[in-house]
Protein backbone atom coordinates (compact mmCIF):
# COMPACT_ATOMS: atom_id res chain seq x y z
CA UNK A 1 0.00 0.00 0.00
CA UNK A 2 1.29 3.54 -1.33
CA UNK A 3 1.01 5.18 2.03
CA UNK A 4 -0.09 9.05 1.58
CA UNK A 5 -2.15 11.08 3.74
CA UNK A 6 -2.97 14.89 4.67
CA UNK A 7 0.64 15.15 5.24
CA UNK A 8 1.83 13.73 1.80
CA UNK A 9 3.07 17.07 0.65
CA UNK A 10 5.90 16.84 3.59
CA UNK A 11 6.34 13.10 2.77
CA UNK A 12 6.79 13.75 -0.92
CA UNK A 13 8.80 17.10 -0.64
CA UNK A 14 10.92 15.26 1.97
CA UNK A 15 11.47 12.37 -0.83
CA UNK A 16 12.20 14.81 -3.38
CA UNK A 17 14.40 17.54 -1.55
CA UNK A 18 16.74 14.15 -0.77
CA UNK A 19 16.42 12.64 -4.17
CA UNK A 20 17.22 15.91 -6.02
CA UNK A 21 20.18 16.36 -3.46
CA UNK A 22 21.36 13.35 -3.71
CA UNK A 23 20.74 13.31 -8.05
CA UNK A 24 22.61 16.86 -7.78
CA UNK A 25 25.60 15.80 -6.08
CA UNK A 26 25.99 12.47 -7.80
CA UNK A 27 25.68 14.30 -11.12
CA UNK A 28 28.68 16.85 -10.25
CA UNK A 29 30.79 13.95 -8.81
CA UNK A 30 30.78 12.20 -12.12
CA UNK A 31 31.09 15.43 -14.17
CA UNK A 32 33.96 16.34 -11.97
CA UNK A 33 35.96 13.13 -12.22
CA UNK A 34 35.06 13.12 -16.74
CA UNK A 35 36.59 16.81 -16.89
CA UNK A 36 39.31 15.29 -14.86
CA UNK A 37 40.01 12.50 -16.82
CA UNK A 38 39.92 14.73 -19.87
CA UNK A 39 42.53 17.22 -18.98
CA UNK A 40 44.94 14.68 -17.54
CA UNK A 41 44.88 13.10 -21.09
CA UNK A 42 44.95 16.50 -22.81
CA UNK A 43 48.24 17.34 -20.32
CA UNK A 44 49.68 14.17 -20.82
CA UNK A 45 49.48 14.47 -24.43
CA UNK A 46 51.08 17.90 -24.45
CA UNK A 47 53.85 16.46 -22.36
CA UNK A 48 55.06 13.61 -24.38
CA UNK A 49 54.20 15.70 -27.96
CA UNK B 1 46.41 -4.92 9.66
CA UNK B 2 49.28 -2.04 9.13
CA UNK B 3 50.36 -4.15 6.28
CA UNK B 4 46.83 -4.20 4.39
CA UNK B 5 47.06 -0.29 5.29
CA UNK B 6 49.90 -0.08 3.14
CA UNK B 7 48.82 -2.32 0.33
CA UNK B 8 46.63 0.47 -1.16
CA UNK B 9 49.14 3.36 -0.11
CA UNK B 10 50.38 3.02 -3.90
CA UNK B 11 47.39 5.42 -5.57
CA UNK B 12 47.61 3.82 -8.58
CA UNK B 13 47.14 0.05 -6.88
CA UNK B 14 44.07 2.16 -5.28
CA UNK B 15 42.09 3.40 -8.44
CA UNK B 16 42.97 -0.24 -10.41
CA UNK B 17 40.93 -1.52 -7.33
CA UNK B 18 38.29 1.38 -7.07
CA UNK B 19 38.17 0.55 -11.05
CA UNK B 20 36.77 -2.99 -10.57
CA UNK B 21 34.70 -2.45 -7.29
CA UNK B 22 32.76 0.47 -8.78
CA UNK B 23 30.83 -0.97 -11.09
CA UNK B 24 29.67 -3.82 -8.26
CA UNK B 25 29.22 -0.48 -6.23
CA UNK B 26 27.04 1.05 -7.90
CA UNK B 27 24.49 -1.93 -9.13
CA UNK B 28 24.46 -2.79 -4.88
CA UNK B 29 23.27 0.94 -4.25
CA UNK B 30 21.09 1.23 -6.93
CA UNK B 31 19.38 -2.68 -6.01
CA UNK B 32 19.60 -1.83 -1.83
CA UNK B 33 17.67 1.64 -2.47
CA UNK B 34 15.01 0.00 -5.00
CA UNK B 35 14.53 -2.66 -2.34
CA UNK B 36 14.83 -0.05 0.86
CA UNK B 37 12.20 2.15 -0.99
CA UNK B 38 9.83 -0.53 -1.66
CA UNK B 39 9.56 -1.55 2.42
CA UNK B 40 9.20 2.18 3.01
CA UNK B 41 6.63 2.75 0.74
CA UNK B 42 4.74 -0.80 0.43
CA UNK B 43 5.13 -2.78 3.25
CA UNK B 44 6.40 -0.67 6.46
CA UNK B 45 2.56 0.22 8.08
CA UNK B 46 1.79 3.54 9.27
CA UNK B 47 2.77 4.96 12.62
CA UNK B 48 -0.12 4.77 15.35
CA UNK B 49 0.56 8.19 16.55
CA UNK B 50 2.55 9.49 13.80
CA UNK B 51 0.15 8.27 10.61
CA UNK B 52 1.88 8.25 7.26
CA UNK B 53 4.72 11.08 7.99
CA UNK B 54 6.95 8.13 9.40
CA UNK B 55 7.89 7.61 5.76
CA UNK B 56 9.69 11.01 6.40
CA UNK B 57 12.16 8.51 8.74
CA UNK B 58 13.08 6.27 6.00
CA UNK B 59 15.17 9.35 4.35
CA UNK B 60 15.85 11.21 7.31
CA UNK B 61 16.96 8.77 9.60
CA UNK B 62 19.62 6.90 7.20
CA UNK B 63 20.98 10.50 6.32
CA UNK B 64 21.73 11.27 10.39
CA UNK B 65 23.86 8.19 10.61
CA UNK B 66 25.49 8.89 7.35
CA UNK B 67 26.64 12.65 8.20
CA UNK B 68 27.50 10.76 11.73
CA UNK B 69 29.89 8.34 9.89
CA UNK B 70 31.19 11.07 7.90
CA UNK B 71 32.96 13.13 10.32
CA UNK B 72 34.23 9.73 12.60
CA UNK B 73 35.57 8.82 9.12
CA UNK B 74 37.29 12.03 8.71
CA UNK B 75 38.09 11.64 12.41
CA UNK B 76 39.71 8.20 11.29
CA UNK B 77 41.11 9.77 8.53
CA UNK B 78 42.89 12.80 10.38
CA UNK B 79 44.70 10.00 12.65
CA UNK B 80 46.29 8.30 9.41
CA UNK B 81 47.52 11.70 8.30
CA UNK B 82 48.45 13.02 11.47
CA UNK B 83 49.82 9.83 13.15
CA UNK B 84 50.31 7.40 10.06
CA UNK B 85 51.06 9.56 7.82
CA UNK B 86 49.10 7.28 5.18
CA UNK B 87 49.77 9.03 1.55
CA UNK B 88 45.58 8.07 1.21
CA UNK B 89 44.49 9.45 4.74
CA UNK B 90 44.02 13.08 3.60
CA UNK B 91 42.57 12.37 0.40
CA UNK B 92 40.04 10.24 1.82
CA UNK B 93 39.53 13.07 4.29
CA UNK B 94 39.02 15.85 1.94
CA UNK B 95 36.45 13.79 -0.34
CA UNK B 96 34.04 12.89 2.60
CA UNK B 97 33.68 16.62 3.60
CA UNK B 98 30.84 17.59 1.09
CA UNK B 99 29.35 14.02 0.80
CA UNK B 100 28.88 14.22 4.73
CA UNK B 101 27.84 17.61 4.46
CA UNK B 102 24.67 16.60 1.98
CA UNK B 103 23.55 13.99 4.07
CA UNK B 104 23.61 16.41 7.13
CA UNK B 105 21.86 19.04 5.41
CA UNK B 106 19.31 16.28 3.84
CA UNK B 107 19.01 15.18 7.65
CA UNK B 108 18.50 18.96 8.70
CA UNK B 109 15.47 19.49 5.83
CA UNK B 110 13.85 16.28 5.92
CA UNK B 111 13.69 16.77 10.01
CA UNK B 112 12.19 19.91 9.46
CA UNK B 113 9.37 18.63 7.00
CA UNK B 114 8.93 16.27 9.36
CA UNK B 115 8.80 18.42 12.22
CA UNK B 116 6.08 21.04 11.09
CA UNK B 117 3.33 18.41 10.87
CA UNK B 118 4.00 16.31 13.85
CA UNK B 119 5.47 19.16 16.18
CA UNK B 120 3.74 22.19 14.90
CA UNK B 121 7.21 23.81 14.11
CA UNK B 122 10.02 23.98 11.34
CA UNK B 123 12.61 24.05 14.08
CA UNK B 124 13.01 23.90 17.82
CA UNK B 125 16.64 25.17 19.27
CA UNK B 126 16.40 21.79 21.38
CA UNK B 127 19.95 20.17 21.84
CA UNK B 128 19.63 17.06 18.88
CA UNK B 129 18.43 19.41 16.44
CA UNK B 130 21.53 22.53 17.55
CA UNK B 131 24.31 19.87 17.63
CA UNK B 132 22.83 18.66 14.29
CA UNK B 133 23.52 21.84 12.69
CA UNK B 134 26.58 22.49 14.46
CA UNK B 135 27.66 19.56 12.70
CA UNK B 136 26.79 21.06 9.19
CA UNK B 137 28.34 24.19 9.94
CA UNK B 138 31.59 22.31 10.90
CA UNK B 139 31.57 20.37 7.37
CA UNK B 140 31.27 23.48 5.91
CA UNK B 141 33.93 25.11 7.91
CA UNK B 142 36.29 22.13 7.04
CA UNK B 143 35.68 22.33 3.12
CA UNK B 144 36.36 26.07 3.18
CA UNK B 145 39.53 25.27 5.05
CA UNK B 146 40.67 23.01 2.50
CA UNK B 147 39.67 25.53 -0.02
CA UNK B 148 41.85 28.33 1.90
CA UNK B 149 44.97 27.12 1.89
CA UNK B 150 46.70 26.37 -1.04
CA UNK B 151 49.44 23.88 0.16
CA UNK B 152 47.95 20.53 -0.18
CA UNK B 153 50.32 18.99 3.36
CA UNK B 154 49.79 22.16 5.53
CA UNK B 155 45.97 22.29 4.37
CA UNK B 156 45.88 18.68 5.57
CA UNK B 157 47.38 18.96 8.32
CA UNK B 158 45.28 22.77 9.27
CA UNK B 159 41.67 20.04 8.64
CA UNK B 160 42.96 16.84 10.77
CA UNK B 161 43.62 19.13 13.70
CA UNK B 162 40.08 20.75 13.46
CA UNK B 163 38.36 17.35 12.50
CA UNK B 164 39.38 16.19 15.78
CA UNK B 165 38.18 18.75 17.66
CA UNK B 166 34.93 18.57 16.08
CA UNK B 167 34.98 14.93 16.81
CA UNK B 168 33.43 16.39 20.22
CA UNK B 169 30.57 17.01 18.35
CA UNK B 170 29.28 12.96 17.48
CA UNK B 171 28.69 11.49 20.83
CA UNK B 172 27.31 14.71 21.55
CA UNK B 173 24.67 14.55 18.88
CA UNK B 174 24.59 10.60 19.62
CA UNK B 175 23.26 11.01 23.56
CA UNK B 176 21.98 14.50 23.46
CA UNK B 177 18.44 12.83 23.56
CA UNK B 178 19.95 11.18 26.41
CA UNK B 179 21.63 13.76 28.54
CA UNK B 180 19.13 16.51 27.84
CA UNK B 181 15.05 17.19 27.80
CA UNK B 182 14.72 17.51 23.95
CA UNK B 183 11.90 17.65 21.78
CA UNK B 184 13.44 15.29 19.67
CA UNK B 185 12.47 11.49 20.22
CA UNK B 186 15.12 9.27 21.91
CA UNK B 187 17.11 6.60 19.90
CA UNK B 188 14.50 3.70 19.13
CA UNK B 189 16.83 1.76 16.73
CA UNK B 190 20.91 1.89 17.83
CA UNK B 191 20.01 1.37 21.78
CA UNK B 192 22.11 -1.21 24.05
CA UNK B 193 18.75 -2.90 25.07
CA UNK B 194 18.24 -3.79 21.23
CA UNK B 195 15.73 -1.61 18.51
CA UNK B 196 12.41 -0.82 19.87
CA UNK B 197 10.58 -0.57 16.59
CA UNK B 198 8.52 -3.19 14.42
CA UNK B 199 10.43 -5.72 12.39
CA UNK B 200 8.32 -4.46 9.72
CA UNK B 201 9.26 -1.11 10.13
CA UNK B 202 12.99 -2.17 11.13
CA UNK B 203 13.87 -3.43 8.15
CA UNK B 204 13.02 -1.21 5.19
CA UNK B 205 14.89 1.28 7.74
CA UNK B 206 18.50 -0.84 7.87
CA UNK B 207 17.71 -1.44 3.94
CA UNK B 208 17.93 2.53 3.85
CA UNK B 209 20.89 2.79 5.77
CA UNK B 210 22.44 0.30 4.03
CA UNK B 211 21.64 1.43 0.73
CA UNK B 212 23.12 5.43 1.83
CA UNK B 213 25.95 3.48 3.26
CA UNK B 214 26.70 1.48 -0.13
CA UNK B 215 26.24 5.28 -1.79
CA UNK B 216 28.23 7.07 0.17
CA UNK B 217 31.23 4.53 -0.64
CA UNK B 218 30.79 4.61 -4.07
CA UNK B 219 30.74 8.14 -3.92
CA UNK B 220 34.34 8.28 -1.54
CA UNK B 221 35.86 6.02 -4.32
CA UNK B 222 34.66 8.10 -7.63
CA UNK B 223 35.81 11.29 -5.46
CA UNK B 224 38.94 9.77 -4.34
CA UNK B 225 40.12 8.57 -7.87
CA UNK B 226 39.36 12.37 -9.39
CA UNK B 227 41.12 13.79 -6.17
CA UNK B 228 44.15 11.69 -7.13
CA UNK B 229 43.61 12.60 -11.07
CA UNK B 230 43.59 16.26 -9.99
CA UNK B 231 46.93 15.42 -7.75
CA UNK B 232 48.92 14.08 -10.65
CA UNK B 233 47.83 16.96 -12.62
CA UNK B 234 48.98 19.37 -11.01
CA UNK B 235 52.55 17.62 -9.80
CA UNK B 236 52.71 17.35 -13.86
CA UNK B 237 51.78 21.04 -14.54
CA UNK B 238 54.10 22.31 -12.18
CA UNK B 239 56.70 19.92 -13.23
CA UNK B 240 56.22 20.76 -17.05
CA UNK B 241 56.58 24.59 -15.62
CA UNK B 242 59.73 24.12 -14.05
CA UNK B 243 61.18 22.16 -17.17
CA UNK B 244 60.04 25.41 -19.32
CA UNK B 245 61.79 28.03 -16.84
CA UNK B 246 65.12 25.77 -16.80
CA UNK B 247 65.32 25.81 -20.49
CA UNK B 248 64.37 29.67 -20.43
CA UNK B 249 67.59 30.20 -17.80
CA UNK B 250 70.03 27.83 -20.43
Not at chain 2, 179 to 205: E, K
Request: a positive charge.
Amino acid sequence: MLGLDHNSGYILASYGVTFLLMGLFVWVTARRYAAAKRKLTKVSRHIDG
Amino acid sequence: MTDALYTFANPRRFTQLANILLPWMVAATILALLVGQYGAWFVAPPDYQQGESIRIKYVHVPAAWMSMMGWTMMSLSALGTLVFRHPLADVAQKVAAPIGAVFCAICLITGSLWGKPMWGTWWVWDARLTSMLVLLLMYLGVIALWRAIEEPVMAAKAVSIVTLVGAINIPIIKFSVDWWNTLHQPASVLRLDGPTIHSSMLWPLLVMGLASALLFATLMLVGMRTELIERRLRRLMLNDAALDETRRVQ
